[in-house]
């Protein structure tokens, strides 16, 4: 597996990176963005938090407005932050150019239905071939944590609960919990997986976690004045399903915050600090 | 003089706000953006560093990608941010759309060629207009410092140098120190100035700091990978300017950085801090 490097900035003693790449899950060129931190070194390997982002984001929305890079070089551990979606002009897209399915919009999950099934696969693309990609070319170790944002909080929680054994810690800002039981969510499957509500629950947090008890630890930051709170988040319902397994999982409701990248970079600190205490254990 | 509302969020305790305001020097509307630490009140009216952005950006490039608002928050200044140039409909722009002259590259100076001379007045909207509107309308004080990034870093020295009794402070990412002597400010001096250089000097750092010792101090910090450092920016003629007239400045070169943002976020904090020692003083 190749990666072409295609920009480089120094940032906080460490450096920023965008590199393409095809990807064979994906069927198609993707690029991600990685932060290695000053330590990073072949003789210093680091641990790795991989973000994932929301709706109509790339690689870049994260990299660029979260503020994550002065922490993360203080704690020393790298940041990945993959694309929301496979890219290009063979790739299917909603007819209208909707924002919320198709391009932009992967809901890191592997579609089962023409015409996503082609390159939807998202999720096997951040479970299995972007760690392995990034572990081949980058000074890193195999420990891992994933954070994301709305679609990638739905992203990380949902990944993090079912592959407990590769990562560390989970966290997430103003996640889609419960997509089965919203319109983002709701549309986007029914494209995706088909009309049969049974397969959407794979890939649904609330399901997820209701069921199992969780072995990692959760933290979850959500702004009460989010516009998308009580349609599309549902925090509580998430709350709910961690007390009936029992599970360990935080909720911060932030007064006064909202669903953007200011309130992702207000508490960023904490989700990386959160995440580096597990990660260098 | 009213201003519109069109954003807000809030962001470490404070407030991001954007407003529209009909400019009576730049006679047209115009949009700004402001982060208010979450100390400003009326009872406790805070400080204000204003922010002058480089070519192609608006209100919204600092705002979104310095990462500043942590420790503006921390030592209870605010931010303004303008935009670069006059905006709109009739405002006159590069035949060919050129980043560097027209829109999103207003140099900060008062146009006095047609067609640029109509709107082209950031000089005056900056150093009389913005602060009066941002002292009538929020909870500040009048000390005020200046700042700015490349065609900005242009703007907050000239601006603070010629104004040293209206601000406490003055500091620059990238500056272009001498536009006379550049391709960028010798393209849009021509235009916006007309042919004289003796016209164009009293819009040039270096040409003003070796004849003037500078009664404020200023922080200069500067990339040394920065790619338009030789042709465009030549911060070592700066030094020998202030050297030449016993000025009060520091130049910072840092290895390994560039032009980006990536740049500004990592050493923004050190500016605030150097300023705030004025502000709050």
Redesign the interface.
């Known amino acids: 597996m190749t990666i072409e490097n295609s920009s480089q900035?120094?940032?906080?003693?460490g450096w920023?990176k965008q590199y393409t790449h095809q990807s064979n899950v994906l069927n198609c060129a993707m690029k991600f963005a990685v932060y290695l931190p000053p330590q990073a070194s072949k003789e210093n390997p680091v641990p790795v938090i991989y973000w994932l982002s929301g709706l109509t984001c790339s690689d870049e929305n994260f990299m660029?407005?979260a503020?994550a890079?002065?922490v993360a070089a203080e704690l020393g551990v790298a940041i990945v932050a993959p694309d929301t979606s496979p890219r290009g002009e063979g790739v299917a897209d909603d007819a209208e150019g909707a924002y919320d399915l198709g391009l932009g919009a992967g809901f890191y999950l592997n579609a089962t239905q023409a015409p996503w099934d082609k390159h939807y696969h998202m999720y096997s693309y951040i479970v299995d071939e972007l760690p392995a990609l990034i572990e081949q070319h980058f000074p890193v170790t195999p420990a891992k944590s994933i954070s994301g944002h709305s679609m990638g909080g739905h992203g990380a929680l949902t990944i993090g609960l079912k592959n407990s054994e590769q990562y560390r810690s989970i966290s997430a800002f103003s996640p889609i919990t419960n997509p089965i039981n919203c319109p983002w969510g709701q549309k986007a499957f029914s494209h995706y997986l088909g009309n049969n509500i049974e397969d959407w629950k794979a890939y649904d947090s609330v399901e997820l976690l209701k069921h199992n008890k969780a072995t990692l630890p959760i933290l979850v930051d959500q702004?009460e004045?989010d516009g998308f709170l009580q349609e599309q988040l549902k925090p509580e319902l998430l709350v709910a399903a961690a007390k009936a397994s029992g599970s360990d999982m935080t909720l911060r409701m932030q007064p006064?915050?909202?669903h953007?990248?200011?309130?992702i970079?207000?508490f960023i600190?904490d989700h990386l600090r959160f995440h580096a205490q597990f990660l260098t254990a």
Chains 1, 2 share one sequence.
């Open positions: 900035a120094k940032v906080f003693g920023h660029q407005k503020g890079f002065k702004g004045d006064g915050y909202d953007s990248y200011f309130f970079q207000s600190e």
